[in-house]
Each structure stands twice: as C-alpha cells, then as structure tokens.
C-alpha cells in the first residue's frame, strides 16, 4: 500500500482495541501514552498487502459455493450471511513479515512493550481489512456489504484457510500463507468473507457467543468483548 494510506489506515487505528488484544481491558491515560509510543516504534514495520475477489454465489446442498473458486462455505452462518447475496468476496489482507519480526527483536528487549506491539498489530490489520471493505464500496457503490466473517468464526469451518488463500492466489499476491496447523503467516493476517447484496443488510454476527476463540480469548476473560 501506498505511504500516505498506511499512515490514514493508522491514524484510524482505535487505541483501546489495540489496548484489550492487549489485555489492558480498562486503559488509563499512561497506557494510551505507552500504546502510542508501540504504534510509533512500529511504523516503519508495518507493510500492509491485500488480495480480494469477487466471486458468484449458488445454494447447493453442501452450503454455498462461491463459484469458480473451488468453495463451498458449509454451516449455518454462510447460509444466513449469503442468503440474500447473488455474489460474495474473498478476501485477504496481512500487516506483513517485517512486524512479525520487529515483535519477536523486542520480546528479547521489553516483553511489556512487545505486548503492547502484537495488540496493535492485531488492531492494525483490522483496521487494514476495514481500508479493503472501502475500496469494495468503492467498486460497487450501488451493493449493500454484509458483515463479514472468517474461518473459525461461528461454524465456519478454520480449514478452509488455505482453500481461501488458494482460490485468492494471496501467497504470490499478498504474501499470506497457512501453515499445516492452519495459523497464517505473517501472524497478522486475515481472511474473511463478505456478502454482497442488492438490498440493505443488517448486522448478524456480533458478540462472543458466534467466535471459535471465546473459549480461550485474553479479552473475553477480562469480562470485555472486542465486538462491535
């Protein structure tokens, strides 16, 4: 991505998201001061890349099939999210290597600000998924996005990371892999997908009750919640 839009998408970034990835779930006035000066030590780690397609969608009997990509999203929460869209997006997007690395070189030096790095780099690449859902407005001004939605979230089965991946050649055009236990690498990355609808959609899929991760999340054990 261009300069100036890295530095928009980090001007965006919310600091007490970045916070409770962090596991500071009630911020004070010095932990915003300390994650600004994460963020800052960051900058020129962060190197963001995307890939993201369009695709046809068609009910079948083993879930919704984004046509020409070789997949079938089966479960409950493709069926609802896409039943009102004739064709979804794929999409993946990563902060890049260089972060990855820059955590791992101050785990070594300060642990406490090597935290407060990886939860702003969970931030970040959010923020970066959110920059591609405006390029998608963007290209289809009269399209209503649904919320999206990755792999491991609700019943989306986390094995189709590298189905996802494939079907959006995201190795070559973005940099993204998953590894055989289905992490991606860079470690901030995503995938997701998101419906595309000629009518307005509401928002389906918030709270912790839908996301494969409640059982173990830093955040849901503070008593907070990163949705929306």
């Known amino acids: 991505m ?3 839009i890295i530095r928009e998408i980090m001007e965006r970034v919310p600091l007490d998201d ?5 596991g500071v779930p009630k911020p004070t006035e010095e932990d915003f001061a300390e994650m600004r000066a994460a963020a800052d030590r960051l900058k020129r780690s962060l190197q963001p890349r995307r890939v993201w397609k369009v695709f046809p969608v068609e009910k079948t009997p083993d879930g919704m099939s984004l046509v020409g990509s070789g997949l079938v999203l089966s479960g ?3 069926e609802t999210m896409l039943a009102d869209c004739p064709s979804a997006v794929l999409l993946a997007c990563t902060a890049g290597t260089a972060l990855d690395g820059a ?3 101050w785990q070594s030096r ?5 935290v407060l790095m990886d939860g702003y780099g969970s931030a970040f690449v959010e923020a970066v998924a959110d ?6 407005s963007a290209r289809f001004p009269d399209l209503y996005k649904t919320d999206r939605f990755s792999p491991g979230y609700g019943d989306l089965p986390l094995d189709l990371q590298p189905e996802i991946l494939t079907a959006l050649n995201a190795y070559r055009l973005a940099g993204i892999a998953a590894t055989d236990s289905l992490m991606l690498q860079p470690c901030k990355s995503i995938t997701a997908v998101l419906g595309l609808s000629p009518r307005p959609q509401r928002a389906r899929i918030r709270g ?3 996301c494969a991760l409640r059982e173990t999340c830093r955040i849901r ?3 907070n919640s990163c949705a929306l």
Do not use: F, N
Not at 18 to 22: I, Q
Not at 110 to 114: S, T, V
Not at 131 to 136: C, K, L, N, S
């Open 2 to 4: 261009e300069p100036e």
């Open 18 to 22: 970045a916070l409770r990835y962090s």
């Open 76 to 78: 409950h929460m493709a």
């Open 103 to 105: 955590i791992r070189t």
């Open 110 to 114: 300060d642990m406490a600000a090597a």
């Open 131 to 136: 920059q591609v859902e405006q390029e998608i």
């Open 208 to 210: 912790c009750g839908y």
């Open 221 to 223: 054990k503070g008593g």
